[in-house]
């Protein structure tokens, strides 16, 4: 069985922490249980997490071992658009639920559980959403 697991900025900062959230640390034994997890990250999550100096030394160390999506066709944008469409999520929320979706993720880890939810109902996923604290 493969899990995968999307993270949005704060999502990303959780993993690389390894904070104590228990909903956190509960995907990540899903994941070792698996034995064959999934973590993807949109690269533009990249721009919202690290700002550029020595704070992004876990971040840095865990985007080397997890999957970053480096390109967004234009049909994963138009995607996400759609989407996005009448709703308060922003740009990135809106490609993080498109990577979800399109992917059949297991899991969204974020802070931003509300916009999260809002866009993968929209786009019909069964994508659970944890929350962290940002």
């Known amino acids: 069985m493969s899990v995968t697991v999307v993270l949005d900025g704060a999502g990303l900062h959780a993993w690389a922490e390894r904070r104590p ?3 956190v640390l509960t995907v990540m034994e899903v994941l070792r249980r ?4 999934r973590v993807l990250v949109p690269s533009v999550v990249t721009v919202e997490a ?7 030394a876990a ?5 080397e071992q997890i999957e970053v999506q480096e390109h967004l066709p ?3 944008a138009h995607a ?8 308060d999520g922003s740009a990135v929320d809106a490609v993080v639920a498109e990577a979800a979706l399109r992917t059949r993720a297991a899991y969204v880890i974020t802070c931003d ?3 999260l939810n809002t866009l993968i ?12 604290e940002a």
């Open 50 to 56: 690290l700002t550029g100096d020595s704070r992004d």
């Open 34 to 37: 698996a034995g064959a997890g």
């Open 121 to 132: 109902d929209r786009g019909a996923g069964r994508t659970a959403v944890v929350t962290v």
């Open 21 to 23: 959230e228990r909903q």
């Open 113 to 115: 559980a509300d916009n």
């Open 59 to 63: 971040v840095n160390q865990i985007l």
């Open 80 to 87: 996400a658009v759609a989407l996005r469409q009448g709703t």
């Open 74 to 76: 234009l049909s994963h």
